[in-house]
């Protein structure tokens, strides 16, 4: 399971509050990701991150925000502005060009 | 932007039978071509990957094979095992970003 973390694996908010998912890496990787997953659905991807200090949208970027500061983490905060914020969130990371993503275990967001 | 297709949605095999995931994609810049496959509650794991100077790859019961021209790839599965349930993606890309398709949920009854 090493290599890529997320934390907390389940998390509960209330509606209108701003919350922040971890993502750390020891790959030494220079990319990461953030993608979303519905039930029964495929991955979108939210933000994502070739180098430090430098991010670009995904296809569903509205309603939350990121940062670099670190080549080993990249921290994801769902906004008050996301309307449908419930959903599982996987974190990735690759070296640059045509390679694997490496997949942390997942969050599990639950906004009531 | 790049729009990805799965057929079939789901799939239902007998042990021991082949599978076979067809993915369409439409932007012809696409030159990365994974399947990565999903356990029930797991994070996506890659099984096999091709890259655009290649027609076809094979590791052990794996198989993608990649038609650049009518922009399609699809993954064979042979003799499968109850271990082979799962969902399977899709996710053609260029340079680091992946569309990921719907995905197809497989069954292998035993």
């Known amino acids: 399971d090493g290599g890529i973390t997320q934390s907390p694996k389940y998390l509960f908010r209330k509606e209108g509050q701003n919350v922040t998912l971890s993502c750390e890496q020891n790959?030494?990787?220079?990319?990461m990701y953030w993608y979303r997953q519905d039930p029964g659905q495929g991955l979108r991807l939210i933000y994502y991150s070739q180098i430090v200090n430098d991010f670009q949208k995904g296809d569903i970027a509205e309603g939350y925000s990121v940062s670099r500061e670190k080549k080993e983490s990249f921290p994801l905060t769902v906004t008050s502005a996301q309307k449908n914020p419930t959903a599982f969130y996987l974190c990735?990371?690759?070296?640059?060009?045509?390679?694997?993503?490496?997949f942390g275990p997942g969050t599990r967001l639950t906004v009531t | 932007g790049e729009n990805v297709e799965q057929h079939p949605s789901t799939l239902s095999v007998q042990e021991g039978d082949s599978a076979v995931i067809k993915c369409t994609y439409s932007d012809s810049a696409s030159n990365y071509f994974p399947w990565y496959k999903q356990e029930l509650g797991k994070r996506p794991q890659l099984i096999i990957d091709?890259?655009?100077?290649?027609g076809e790859k094979k590791d052990q019961r794996i198989a993608v094979t990649l038609n650049k021209t009518a922009k399609h790839f699809s993954l064979h599965i042979t003799e499968t095992q109850p271990e082979d349930s799962a969902v399977y993606f899709c996710?053609?890309?260029?340079?680091?970003?992946?569309?990921f398709g719907g995905g197809t949920r497989v069954l292998v009854k035993p």
């Open positions: 091709i890259r655009s100077n290649v």
């Open positions: 996710a053609p890309g260029a340079g680091n970003k992946l569309t």
């Open positions: 990735a990371s690759s070296t640059l060009g045509q390679s694997e993503q490496y």
């Open positions: 790959l030494n990787h220079d990319a």
